[in-house]
């Protein structure tokens, strides 16, 4: 899935079904409950703004967070 941008994406997005993660969400809910879990607390908070009103930038902020968190590590140390 591309990443919804624009208020009339993110509001199809929110009202869609599909996280994501790819597993189902609750429709007007930004994402599964597994993955809000994981998102750290002013993210979360944040995401209670609305559209046109921050949610944009929290919403951007959540999946940046997720990139990053499911990303391989960029350093690995390796044995001699
Ligand atoms: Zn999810």
Same mark, same amino acid.
């Given at each position: @899935?591309? +990443? =919804?941008?624009?208020?009339?994406?993110?509001?199809?997005? %929110?009202? #869609?079904?599909?996280?994501?993660?790819?597993?189902?969400?609750?429709?007007?809910?930004?994402?599964?409950?597994?993955?809000? @879990?994981? +998102? =750290?607390?002013?993210?979360?908070?944040?995401?209670?703004? %609305?559209? #046109?009103?921050?949610?944009?930038?929290?919403?951007?902020?959540?999946?940046?967070?997720?990139?990053?968190?499911?990303?391989?590590?960029?350093?690995?140390?390796?044995?001699?």
């Amino acid at each position: @899935m591309s +990443l =919804p941008t624009t208020a009339a994406e993110l509001r199809d997005e %929110l009202l #869609g079904r599909e996280c994501q993660c790819g597993k189902t969400k609750g429709a007007g809910k930004s994402f599964c409950y597994s993955c809000f @879990m994981r +998102l =750290p607390r002013k993210i979360k908070h944040d995401l209670y703004k %609305l559209i #046109g009103d921050g949610y944009e930038e929290a919403y951007k902020q959540a999946r940046a967070y997720f990139t990053e968190q499911d990303a391989p590590p960029r350093f690995v140390r390796r044995l001699p």
